[in-house]
């Protein structure tokens, strides 16, 4: 048995196409950017912790930056 049937290949074809693309965006607009959000707070948590303040009391003057979306 064959994994594409040669009689039904471009629907099979079409969905696959379909699920990665829907997977794609998953990770492009949903996981990357918590990801992103997380890495940030680390990031300033560490920051905070090396300068001897609060982690309360300080404010980011600006987010980090480490992954930039194409679609926004």
């Keep these: 048995m064959p994994h594409l049937d040669i009689v039904?290949?471009?629907a099979q074809y079409a969905w696959?196409?379909?699920?990665?693309?829907?997977?794609?965006?998953?990770i492009v607009l949903d996981i990357l950017p918590r990801l992103q959000?997380?890495?940030a707070l680390r990031a300033h948590a560490e920051l905070t912790k090396e300068?001897?303040?609060?982690?309360?009391?300080?404010?980011?003057?600006?987010?980090?930056?480490?992954f930039k979306s194409m679609f926004s």
């Design 8 to 10: 039904a290949y471009m």
């Design 37 to 39: 959000q997380q890495l």
């Design 51 to 66: 300068e001897g303040a609060p982690a309360a009391e300080t404010e980011l003057a600006a987010p980090v930056v480490i």
């Design 16 to 26: 696959v196409l379909i699920i990665l693309l829907v997977l794609f965006s998953l």
